[in-house]
């Protein structure tokens, strides 16, 4: 089967590679209608060494379930299924809790040990646990948001609910890529009066406006921290979403917060120590986030979807074929584009 292959940074390649095939009476062979390039890949398309092993890419995928292990007993040949970024359980105590990120069973697509979905079929460990079954068909109209069920609308809401966006408040969302667009429709969701988009790009802007932002900000540093507070009355947001990861937009998130608030976090982490810790430890500010557990959101997410009051599926501004998934990766890298379909076929 073909897939996308990274070897290096800037080194993306679509090969044939061994058919994906059921390994463990746990897993679930499936066959890929539609995945995409995440922000979090272009980390590793920027800087992974050229001694790091090969690896089929992609983490989110929607598809048709071609066959299942022995001990699969709620998925089902021919379902429709969104799949999650991880792949967990379902029953560990974690699971349990809501946090299949941190299932004791699970892990994440697209590495050298688990291949990733930018390819025809991918295999899924866990699959009980980890696919959820859609009552659609695999070509309806909603499929481009469905996708981003497994990941981007997942992770806007987890950093949404991390920072503990209530009816009323204040909000900033650093960042205009897929997922900031999503926090802002998040923030929406849970009812914010006043939503800050900080990012530069206008079609970005524009989109994000459309998804309920409010106010843009598109000064950077000590101008975006003056600017946010003025737009909220010299004290800052109630709750900031960050959604890049560099240590330059958690500075900024530490800064626009106001006393009492709350930071949540899901762009992955490239800094060592979160900054501004002592100062906002005397603010009672409360920082979280992670890895989203989006499995655990879909229930939740899924009905706005598909009754068409969220769309989060118009963040994807560029369809490949797999064939071209490589230009793709330049594309977002380039900021050409905010997210890019993949459509294996």
Known sequence: MKATVMYKAGDVRVENVPDAAIQEPTDALVRVTRACICGSDLWPYKDLGPDAPPRVMGHEAIGVVEDVGAEVANVRKGEFVIMPFAFSDGTCEFCREGLNTSCIHGGFFG???????QAEAVRVPQADGT?????????HAVTASLLTLSDVMGTGFHAALMAAVDEGDKVAVVGDGAVGLCAVI?????????????????????????????????ERDDEAVERVRELTGGHGVHAVLECVGS???????MRIVRPGGAVGRV???HYDAVPEAANTFFQNVTVGGGPAPVRA????????????TIEPGRVFDRVAMLDEVPDGYRAMNERESIKVMIKPS
């Open 131 to 139: 696919l959820y079954a859609v009552p659609v068909q695999e070509d």
């Open 267 to 269: 762009g992955v982490p």
């Open 186 to 218: 998040a923030a929406n969701l849970l009812g914010a009066e006043q939503i800050i988009i900080m990012g530069r790009h206008p079609a970005r802007i524009e989109l994000a406006k459309d998804f309920g932002a409010t106010e843009v900000v598109s």
């Open 247 to 253: 240590e330059q937009s958690m500075l900024t998130s």
């Open 111 to 117: 590495n050298p040990q688990i291949a990733g979905a």
């Open 297 to 308: 959101y879909i229930e939740e997410l899924l009905p706005p979807v598909l009754d068409g």
